[in-house]
């Protein structure tokens, strides 16, 4: 599913974020930058020891929930990687919302600030942290449609969901988000 944000295309794509070929691939991350499970552990496995050896170099304290940091992209066929960390979800009046929406706003800043044109994000926070896939799409959508807008950059924005139930909640978010 295609739609087009002034001259900014926005994508939904079902498949394997490690597969993108893309400026710029997001890494939904903990906090420590320890690697892990889901699409974090994908990324490390297919992009090799280079991106821990580098996030242990550059940011030994790790990262904040909703703030995002860039590293090498390793093997991956990108030329950076950003890894954000998305809010454990406690029911959603700890603030999850807003904290999701910052790290797809940060790290679409990073991104430009990267000169990067296009960008690959996945499901932040839906897996192993919890997130109601249909109110993660709302925030998702809205805080990327919303910086594309104003920032009217990156050119290509595409979000790689896994498996047909992530696909099926965005696509829905994204038809009333458009309409
Ligand atoms: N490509 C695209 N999406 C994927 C892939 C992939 N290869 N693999 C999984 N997903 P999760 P979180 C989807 O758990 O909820 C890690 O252990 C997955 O189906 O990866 O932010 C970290 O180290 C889901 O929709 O991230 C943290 O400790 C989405 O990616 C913690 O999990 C996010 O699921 C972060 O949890």
Request: with cysteine; charged share 20%; aromatic share 8%.
């Amino acid at each position: 599913m295609l739609v087009q944000i002034g001259k900014c295309r926005l994508q939904l794509v079902q498949g394997d974020i490690t597969q993108q070929q893309v400026d710029a691939v997001v890494n939904a991350a903990n906090a420590q930058l320890a690697g892990g499970g889901g699409v974090d552990g994908a990324i490390h496995r297919a992009g090799g020891p280079d991106i821990m050896r580098d996030t242990d170099a550059r940011y030994p304290d790790g990262c904040f929930p909703g703030e995002a940091v860039a590293s090498v992209a390793g093997l991956l066929p990108a030329a950076h990687l950003i890894h954000t960390v998305g809010p454990v979800w406690r029911g959603g009046r700890d603030g999850e919302p807003a904290a999701l929406a910052s790290c797809y706003r940060k790290s679409l800043q990073l991104t430009v600030d990267l000169g990067c044109k296009s960008v690959a994000f996945p499901a932040i926070s839906t897996g192993v942290y919890g997130y109601p896939l249909d109110l993660a799409a709302n925030v998702a959508l809205k805080s990327v449609i919303d910086f594309l807008k104003w920032h009217k950059q990156p050119d290509d924005v595409r979000f790689i969901l896994f498996g047909e139930g992530a696909f099926g909640a965005f696509a829905r978010s994204l038809e009333i988000q458009v309409a």
